[in-house]
């Protein structure tokens, strides 16, 4: 049996796109016509997986609503005679099978993967950070995926990045064992440039296996009192392999405006209905 399990955290306070993020969730915010987090269940649902663990806080309800039914909603549309968008609301209603958990409060990544473990029921899962939004002809879960398929443990992914943003990655040492595949030697979180292992930065989709949760459990909250994910996989190292790979497509970061406004562009140029008008607009733009 194959991954079939997608853990996707949805928990944080959207910091970097205040004051916005205050009055709605970072991952309501709409890329052209459905919210970003509609775009990761789509690459979850997309990679084979067919059960979706949310992990929310308290100010999130949106997102259950989001993938909630809305009958007075519908019945106005059906009403209308607007078929179209009928279609569209009941469709984010009943495309995955999805349990919200919620973390009560906020101790970090790595506490609120381990929220999860007896719904996870000791299989191997994705783990989700929704501000990545990747455009790929082979979604990026599943190129983790068959790589996992091919030389199990659990595999990160990974990106070439510029010099002067390694500090805002957990970085990689690792060594080539296949094509755009590497085997985990060791972990450095937000390194200074000249201490970097490499250029490969973990960006947010993971494919882990169980033995994650007692990785957790063996490792100290860190800075803040947070548990990091990313000292587990490190705790993890001597007793599993870990490969990463480097994945093909392109990465925006939508938890930032920039990013946001970037994969809103791209997204809208490849939309049938909009993109022709899209790109005519782009054309005209004055200098």
């Known amino acids: 049996m194959g991954i079939r399990k997608g853990v996707i955290l949805c928990a944080g306070y959207g910091t970097r796109l205040l004051p916005a993020s205050k009055a709605q969730p ?37 997102l259950e609503d989001y993938f909630d039914r809305a009958p007075a909603l519908e019945k106005a549309l059906e009403e209308k005679g607007d078929v179209k968008r009928l279609r569209a609301v009941v469709h984010a209603a009943e495309m995955a099978d999805i349990v919200f958990l919620r973390q009560k409060e906020q101790k970090g990544i790595g506490h609120a993967v381990s929220l999860t473990e007896q719904i996870v029921c000791n299989e191997p899962f994705v783990l989700f950070f929704p501000d990545d939004i990747i455009l790929a002809q082979t979604p990026l879960t599943r190129q983790l995926i068959d790589v996992h398929e091919r030389y199990g443990g659990s595999v990160l992914a990974v990106q070439r990045v510029p010099e002067g943003e390694v500090e805002s990655y957990g970085v990689i040492d690792g060594e080539p064992v296949g094509e755009r595949v590497y085997r985990v030697r060791g972990l450095v979180e937000k390194p200074k440039p000249g201490d970097a292992p490499s250029d490969l930065g973990i960006v947010g989709r993971y494919v882990l296996t169980p033995h994650i949760f007692d990785a957790l459990r063996a490792t100290s909250p860190g800075v803040g009192g947070e548990l990091q994910i990313t000292d587990a996989i490190a705790n993890m190292l001597a007793r599993q392999p870990v490969f990463a790979c480097e994945f093909e497509g392109r990465r925006f970061d939508t938890g930032r405006p920039l990013g946001l406004l970037r994969a809103s562009i791209e997204i809208g140029l490849l939309h049938p209905e909009i993109g022709p008008q899209l790109r005519q607009y782009l054309r005209d733009l004055k200098p």
């Open 26 to 62: 970072k991952e309501t915010f709409p890329l052209v016509d459905r919210p970003i987090i509609h775009y990761i269940v789509e690459e979850a649902l997309d990679s084979g997986l067919d059960q979706i663990i949310m992990v929310t806080s308290a100010a999130k309800r949106a």
